[in-house]
């Protein structure tokens, strides 16, 4: 029990990072209602971007924003395979994925794994955060604002801002048309390849931003660290949906609910690693997770009275 009372605070810091990658997935999953494999291959580019330019000598905010940049790029793949050369989108995604394994070798020169010297305490002042800042904090060798569970919520937090603002525009409101019902936003004069590449390039770009924040937070960037991320990021969402849909209704509140998922997918993770569970079963565990929180809304319309109606309709 003290272990994971121990360990909370990196489950949460983890589950913050991770929460920014699943709100990427809710881009496409949930507002384009596209199933889009690709964020397997992007968050690994953003950390691999993040980590060969910012051991260069880049300067950390610029490392992130080409991270981001790349990422938007794989989803520009992506979109152009699902609309212009007309592959399914769960394919076009895969093709993607496929690519991005070589791609993320090439950028990190061959190499299956591309570290970040925290020993120098230079460069580890210079990351926004890391794993030696939970212990940092904790032994009061750090400011409390250098914790990675309130830089990951701050990131959180403007991203939920930003995304809050975009979608409530014209441009945010045709692609969340385009999800809901292609066929009436066509109606409505609305390019829906267009709105589609652009929700596959932002839920991109937010996935290799997450990687890029989870490169610091381990120190390195490895090229199977993606593998399995759209399974992470839909138990997220489910969980989130799950768990609040009925309690935030707002678009801001829903968007906070995929980070909420997130927290508590790696607080059970954790809680059941400290129960002893072989860390080579993690998957497995991640599968059954989210193959339960699936069945729950399936569970409750089947299983679960609804309450009845009464009286007639109220307008004819």
Not at 5 to 18: D, F, K, R, T
Not at 30 to 47: H, K, N, P, R, Y
Not at 77 to 92: E, K, N, Q, R
Not at 257 to 285: D, T
Request: with cysteine; charged share 10%; aromatic share 10%.
């Amino acid at each position: 029990m003290l272990n994971f009372i121990n360990a909370l605070p990196g489950a949460v810091s983890q589950g913050l990072i991770w929460g920014i990658m699943a709100t990427g997935v809710y881009i496409t999953y949930q507002l384009l209602d596209i199933a889009d494999l690709s964020v397997d291959g992007s968050f690994c580019t953003g950390a691999s971007v993040f980590v060969v330019l910012f051991t260069g000598g880049a300067n950390v905010w610029l490392s992130m924003l080409l991270a981001l940049l790349a990422g938007m790029l794989a989803g520009l793949v992506t979109g152009i395979l699902h609309t212009f050369c007309g592959i399914p989108a769960i394919l076009s995604g895969i093709l993607t994925q496929l690519g991005l394994y070589s791609v993320n070798l090439a950028i990190m020169d061959m190499k299956s794994t591309a570290a970040i010297s925290i020993t120098n305490s230079e460069t580890l002042d210079q990351l926004l955060v890391s794993l030696r800042f939970v212990q940092d904090v904790a032994k009061g060798e750090r400011p409390i604002f250098r914790h990675p569970i309130f830089v990951a919520g701050l990131f959180t937090a403007a991203l939920i801002a930003v995304m809050y603002w975009f979608f409530g525009t014209e441009l945010g409101a045709a692609l969340r048309a385009t999800g809901s019902n292609p066929n009436m936003a066509r109606a409505q004069g609305i390019n829906t390849d267009f709105t589609k590449v652009l929700g596959l390039m932002l839920s991109n770009g937010i996935v290799a931003l997450s990687g890029a924040l989870l490169a610091q937070y381990n120190s390195a960037s490895e090229i199977n660290m993606g593998r399995g991320a759209i399974v992470i990021g839909l138990a997220a969402v489910i969980i989130g949906q799950v768990l609040f849909g009925r309690i935030f209704r707002n678009f801001a509140l829903k968007l906070l609910a995929v980070s909420f998922g997130a927290i508590i997918y790696y607080i059970v993770i954790q809680a059941v690693l400290s129960m002893g569970l072989n860390p080579n079963y993690l998957k497995l565990l991640s599968a059954a997770v989210v193959a339960v929180f699936l069945s729950v809304p399936y569970w409750k319309g089947r299983y679960v009275p609804g309450k009845v109606r009464t009286g007639g309709a109220g307008h004819a």
